[in-house]
């Protein structure tokens, strides 16, 4: 295909979540004309991925979180609830949500998150400055070739007649300058149901369709086995309850951890809290680091509840593994990889517990039917080693617990969507090209995810940079634990997910613009003049970033060319400096990159709440002002 074009081509590969907010952060961000192309393999993963589609989600399954954490964008956490409210179109909904009135701290059915995301894009389409088109593709990227101008993409079964390209048997190239790669949550095949993948009383997807269907059609009275006690578990179960289900249900489970329920009115939050000093110390062995562990931690909550008595016990945890994050990456670094790997094997389940609660729309469900009056839901402490198939149609799932091994034989075996987090094992074609040619190379650290600097670049073995190519949610997730500390999902969930567009997003539009202007060059020389740019211009620099703030945060056209028109005076009010270009113009852009990457920064700050986070911007609305 031509590589000749009247503009930049960005390729995201991957349209779920991720996907689609890098979409519309490259929607509203772009100054220039900007062809953005989003790509996916699966038509109803579109705008939701595998957590949010449609046909893998009833109208029981609902957000972890409380539907106030669920907005696309940081800097607006209820935008989700007031669409939900306002402008959401209800007239097929059921009964339960056609009247509901959706509040912060309560639930919302995940399926309708697919409408919200594909609203919100197309939202943001139609306030995009001119030029800047987004172009929405069916295809599967299975290559990648990096060039000196960009990147071709080999691409099977694309159909797009806007790109000029028709479905077709063969593969095609696809070049774009930047590519963005969003692919989501990769299956991992459980090696103790090898015997029964295809069995028709095995569930292997809880969230696909057939899945639910099998859920569904299941008699009140059948015995069901899910491998598994947290969050999809509890969807699942969930499920079959709330249809009156009247068999017993094990939830089989290694470590036994079951989350916490959020309790009523419960708000995020963010406490400062001591360094875990302890945890900086020289590393000795296992047993006595997580005795230290274990120690810190416990001083640590009990301050919370002595000194915070608001906190509810329920989610002191909760502050506590959010207060410890920004020290987390040092204390990681004493330890060595293979430990951290073994760390994470062990105690993942309990950590992803620590750091989140489930909503009690989900949980008074599940917890009633554990309660010993009811019995019906019965949790097994242990580990499945062998699912096999009888005569009779049933599994037979072979459990080993502390004391003894048993089997459980249900009519119905259901396993948590376990993700495959090692990308050497992930069988997509595209993944086995990437890493075969080392344009992608797995988290040495951790071994989840893959190697990517600060701005979500791939690194090669080299630990350079490999090309334009970005990575956006649970590609990060080994970065994002050692580098920022963020711990169990929140690696790579929503929270994650919306820094991690602002910040791709920023960067592709920053450097296409660079080397539109070629300044790519100049960049690094420039960065030697900011400090003293900054401390001689302090009220000036701090008044644009503010307005770049106020530019990233816009959604509408006409308010982000107004904001662009106060900050490019801005900038031009500050003069020259000595130790900087003497060109006006390439002044006026690199001082422009500066001020972006400082507005990023701050509007990914993730020491604050979101509603502290717009104060101290000063992009604070009603709702902030009226607390």
């Not at 939900?84 to 919302?108: C, I, M, S």
């Not at 990159?593 to 502290?612: G, H, K, Y």
Request: proline share 5%.
């Amino acid at each position: 295909m031509s590589r000749t074009r009247a503009c930049p081509r960005v390729l995201i590969v991957g349209a779920g979540l991720a996907g689609t907010a890098t979409a519309i952060r490259l929607l509203r961000f772009a100054r220039r004309s900007l062809e953005i192309v989003l790509l996916e393999r699966r038509s109803d993963y579109r705008s939701a991925g595998v957590a949010y589609h449609r046909a893998g989600n009833p109208w029981d399954h609902v957000f972890n979180i409380q539907a106030g954490r669920m907005s696309v964008f940081r800097e607006d956490d209820l935008d989700f609830v007031r669409w939900a409210n306002f402008e959401a179109d209800r007239r097929d909904w059921p009964a339960q949500w056609a009247e509901y009135e959706f509040v912060e701290q309560g639930p919302a059915p995940r399926r309708i998150f697919q409408d919200y995301l594909i609203e919100r894009l197309a939202e943001a389409r139609r306030e995009a400055c001119p030029g800047v088109v987004l172009v929405e593709v069916d295809g599967e990227a299975v290559d990648m070739e990096v060039h000196s101008a960009g990147i071709d993409v080999t691409i099977c079964q694309l159909s797009a007649s806007r790109l000029g390209v028709e479905r077709g048997p063969e593969p095609i190239l696809l070049f774009a300058e930047h590519v963005v790669l969003a692919t989501g949550l990769e299956l991992r095949e459980p090696p103790f149901a090898a015997e029964v993948l295809r069995h028709p009383s095995f569930v292997r997807n809880p969230y696909s369709a057939a899945g639910v269907r099998k859920l569904v059609a299941l008699p009140s009275e059948a015995t069901v086995a899910i491998v598994g006690s947290v969050l999809s578990a509890y969807d699942s179960a969930g499920l079959l309850l709330r249809q009156g289900h009247t068999g017993r249900i094990h939830l089989i489970s290694r470590t036994g951890t079951m989350f916490r329920t959020y309790p009523a009115g419960h708000e995020h939050g963010v406490l400062q809290l001591a360094c875990p000093k302890a945890l900086l110390e020289p590393y000795q062995n296992r047993e006595e680091f997580l005795a230290r562990v274990r120690s810190e931690w416990e001083a640590a909550c009990s301050t919370v509840a002595r000194d915070h008595p608001g906190v509810h016990p329920a989610v002191i945890a909760e502050r506590v593994a959010k207060a410890w994050e920004p020290h987390l990456p040092k204390a990681i670094e004493r330890i060595r990889s293979a430990e951290l790997r073994r760390l994470l094997d062990e105690f993942g389940t309990a950590i992803a517990a620590f750091r989140v609660g489930v909503v009690e729309y989900t949980m008074a469900i599940i917890e009633r039917a554990m309660h010993p009056a009811d019995g019906l839901l019965k949790l097994v402490v242990g580990k499945v080693e062998r699912i096999t198939p009888t005569e009779s149609g049933r599994l037979v799932v072979s459990v080993e617990t502390s004391k003894q091994r048993h089997a459980i034989e249900a009519d119905l075996v259901v396993s948590n969507f376990g993700r495959e987090w090692d990308y050497s094992r992930v069988g997509q074609p595209l993944w086995r090209n990437l890493l075969r040619k080392r344009i992608a190379v797995p988290h040495e650290r951790t071994g989840r995810g893959l190697e990517v600097d600060e701005r979500g670049t791939l690194l090669g073995p080299d630990r350079e940079p490999v090309g334009p190519v970005s990575a956006v949610g649970v590609l990060r997730e080994g970065d994002e634990l050692v580098r920022n500390g963020r711990t169990g999902a929140f690696a790579f969930n929503l929270a994650s997910i919306k820094n991690q567009s602002i910040g791709v997003a920023a960067y592709v539009v920053e450097q296409l613009e660079l080397h539109e202007d070629g300044l790519a060059q100049s960049l690094a020389r420039f960065h030697s003049g900011v400090i003293s740019m900054e401390e001689s211009a302090r009220g000036g620099f701090e008044r644009a970033v503010v307005l770049e703030v106020r530019r990233l945060a816009t959604r509408t056209r006409s308010e982000r060319e107004l904001f662009d028109s106060k900050l490019d005076a801005s900038i031009k009010s500050m003069g020259e400096f000595p130790t900087l270009p003497k060109d006006g113009s390439r002044l006026d852009h690199l001082m422009r990159v500066v001020v972006n990457r400082t507005a990023v920064e701050r509007l990914t700050d993730v020491t604050v709440t979101p509603r502290q986070l717009r104060r101290q911007l000063g992009i604070a609305n009603a709702e902030d002002l009226g607390e």
